[in-house]
């Protein structure tokens, strides 16, 4: 069982930067692909980076490509989405995900464990 928490999120300039971060519970953290999703109102929750349990691999989504960084400290048990250069378009909200299968995914229901979210708005 693993309990996610996000923070960070908040309202911010096109153009700006925003860390988010997610603490984790458990003990085996490291055995745990991380994901971030987003969902804007209105419209499916989308796929915006993973990582492997160790950080050797990650995998982004065209639209954010560049822009943010997922990254991921097993000792603090906490995963992190830097993001930069921050578009209207990126406005929702935020979210954590985790799941002990080693395979990075973009589907959601590729992740067991999801925190409540955090809220990211980009002002034009």
């Known amino acids: 069982q693993v309990q996610l928490v996000e923070s960070g999120g908040g309202l911010v300039q096109a153009g700006g930067s925003l860390r988010l971060s997610c603490a984790a519970s458990?003990?085996?953290?490291?055995?745990?692909?991380l994901g971030w999703f987003r969902q804007a109102p209105g419209n499916e929750r989308e796929f915006v980076a993973a990582?492997?349990?160790?950080?050797?691999?990650?995998y982004y989504a065209d639209s954010v490509k560049g822009r943010f960084t997922i990254s991921r400290d097993n000792a603090k048990n906490t995963v992190n989405l830097q993001m930069n250069s921050l578009k209207p378009e990126d406005t929702a909200d935020y979210y954590c995900?985790?799941?002990?299968?080693?395979?990075?995914?973009?589907?959601?229901?590729?992740?067991?464990?999801w925190g409540r979210g955090t809220q990211v708005t980009v002002s034009s």
């Open positions: 995900a985790a799941d002990p299968s080693g395979v990075l995914r973009r589907q959601p229901t590729g992740y067991a464990y």
């Open positions: 458990g003990r085996t953290f490291s055995s745990y692909k």
């Open positions: 990582i492997t349990g160790h950080g050797t691999s990650t």
